[in-house]
């Protein structure tokens, strides 16, 4: 079902945080997230009369857009030479970058270990997690979000599962009541 142009921009803005979670996410850098939020907005608004609204709402098709534009960003980063004096600068400043953008607020109270677990998943694995553990997305929504098929959506949450498990274990053992 077409939008009229009001409601299409209302719904859009409705969905920025989930946007911006999930390229926080991606990117694990504010920065970055926020420059893909911006470039998936802009393409949505250029999408706009070819968008209609389906069972799930615009959720789905931003997020899609947001996966298409960090996967094209990184497509077209990776093959940018890299002067070795860059490569030195980079490691400073990605030190620099990482304290800076810290979100203090949302891992205030988390042991390390979960952060730091949470931290060294895969892209592909983090995403699912973040929709469906932060977003609350049905594994029907992310693999429409994402365009894999929902056994992928599922195997890759099964894998994000085990291997914070499998990072945790001695965490999970502290924790436990006796």
Do not use: C, H
Request: zero cysteines; aromatic letters at 8%; proline letters at 3%.
């Amino acid at each position: 079902m077409k939008v009229a142009a009001a409601e299409f921009e209302r719904l859009a803005i409705e969905q920025m945080d989930t946007l911006y979670r999930v390229a926080r996410r991606l990117a694990r850098d504010g920065t970055r997230a926020e420059d893909l939020v911006q470039e998936t907005y802009l393409r949505a608004l250029r999408g706009r009369e070819r968008f209609e609204l389906g069972e799930f709402g615009i959720r789905p098709w931003l997020l899609r857009i947001l996966r298409n534009v960090y996967l094209s960003k990184g497509e077209r980063e990776a093959k940018q030479p890299m002067g070795v004096e860059d490569a030195s600068v980079l490691s400073d400043a990605a030190v620099v970058e990482m304290a800076a953008t810290y979100d203090w607020d949302r891992r205030e109270g988390m042991d390390e270990r979960l952060v730091k677990a949470l931290d060294e998943l895969p892209p592909e694995y983090a995403a699912v997690l973040t929709l469906w553990a932060v977003e609350e997305m049905s594994y029907k929504e992310i693999a429409e979000a994402l365009e894999v098929p929902i056994g992928t959506v599922m195997s890759r949450l099964f894998r994000a599962r085990e291997r914070l498990a499998g990072q945790l274990q001695e965490l999970a053992a502290e924790k436990r009541i006796v």
